[in-house]
C-alpha cells in the first residue's frame, strides 16, 4: 500500500520567493502534522490538522508560513517570502486516528528546501 | 523546558559488531518513549515504543531500554549490518495530546 508522499522532494527557491509543498497522507488518515528538520537535527513540530480543522498551529515559526488541509486529505505548506533560514526538510506524517500519545505517525520522505 | 539529549552525535562501527546509543529527556508529562530510524533522504520509520511501566522492548536486533526514574532510554542494536547505517532518533510523547519531541539524533555509520 502507499505511504505517505511529498512533493516536490527538492525546492531550490530564490529569496524572497513563495513555496508550496504538498503532502499526500496515508488514505483515511485522520491526523496530519508538519515538522521542520533543520540539518543534523531532529524535527521540530510546526502544525497540526485533524481532518481539515487545523487544531495546533504553535510551531509555525511566523506568519510567513501558512498549511490547510480543505478536503482533509492533501495538505499544503505554504511560505512565503522566503529567507535563508527556512532551508530546512519539511517533513508530512500522518496518522490513523485523533492525535493520541500511543497514535504512530507515518512519515513522509520530505521534502528538501533550499533557499538562496 | 522539555529536552530531548542524544549520545553520541556519531558512531562508526564494524559490521558485525553491536552498539548502544544513549537518550535523556526531561519531557514531562510523559506519555511514551519511540525510537525512529532514519534514512538518509527518507522519513523516519518507527522501531519500538515504550510506555512508562515497561522497561524493555524488541524488534529483531534492536533492543531498547527505559528508565523511568533517571528518564534515560537506550537502543542496543546486536550484530550490526550495513543497513544499519542511519540516524537513530529519540522521541518522547508529550502528555495525552500526543505532541512528539524530538532528540537531535544519532548518526551510525557501520562499514565493512
Known amino acids: 500500500g502507499a505511504g505517505v508522499s511529498q512533493s516536490p522532494r527538492y525546492k531550490v527557491a530564490k529569496r524572497g520567493q513563495d513555496v508550496a509543498l504538498r503532502c499526500d497522507p496515508i488514505?483515511?488518515?485522520?491526523?496530519l502534522f508538519w515538522y521542520q528538520q533543520a540539518l543534523g537535527q531532529g524535527p521540530e513540530f510546526l502544525t497540526y490538522?485533524?481532518?481539515?480543522?487545523?487544531?495546533?498551529k504553535s510551531g509555525l515559526p511566523s506568519d510567513r508560513f501558512f498549511a490547510e488541509r480543505p478536503e482533509g486529505s492533501v495538505s499544503t505548506l505554504k511560505i512565503q517570502r522566503t529567507q535563508q533560514e527556512d532551508s530546512a526538510v519539511y517533513l508530512c506524517?500522518?496518522?490513523?486516528?485523533?492525535?493520541?500519545?500511543?497514535?504512530?505517525?507515518?512519515f513522509g520522505p520530505g521534502t528538501r528546501l533550499l533557499v538562496l | 523546558k522539555n529536552q530531548v539529549e542524544q549520545s553520541p552525535q556519531s558512531l562508526i562501527i564494524l559490521e558485525g559488531k553491536n552498539c548502544t546509543l544513549q537518550c535523556n529527556y526531561t519531557v514531562s508529562p510523559f506519555s511514551n518513549l519511540r525510537w525512529y530510524k532514519q534514512d538518509t533522504g527518507r522519513g523516519p520509520v518507527s522501531l519500538t515504543i515504550m510506555t512508562f511501566s515497561e522497561n524493555t522492548k524488541s524488534n529483531g536486533r534492536y533492543t531498547a531500554t527505559l528508565d523511568a526514574d533517571t528518564k534515560q532510554s537506550s537502543l542496543h542494536i546486536t550484530a550490526s549490518q550495513l543497513s544499519d547505517s542511519a540516524s537513530y532518533i529519540c522521541?518522547?510523547?508529550?502528555?495525552?495530546?500526543?505532541?512528539?519531541?524530538f532528540g537531535q539524533g544519532t548518526e551510525l555509520s557501520v562499514k565493512p
Open positions: 522521541v518522547v510523547t508529550r502528555g495525552q495530546g500526543g505532541k512528539l519531541i
Open positions: 488514505s483515511g488518515h485522520v491526523s
Open positions: 490538522f485533524q481532518n481539515e480543522a487545523q487544531l495546533d
Open positions: 506524517a500522518s496518522s490513523s486516528q485523533t492525535s493520541g500519545a500511543h497514535e504512530t505517525q507515518y
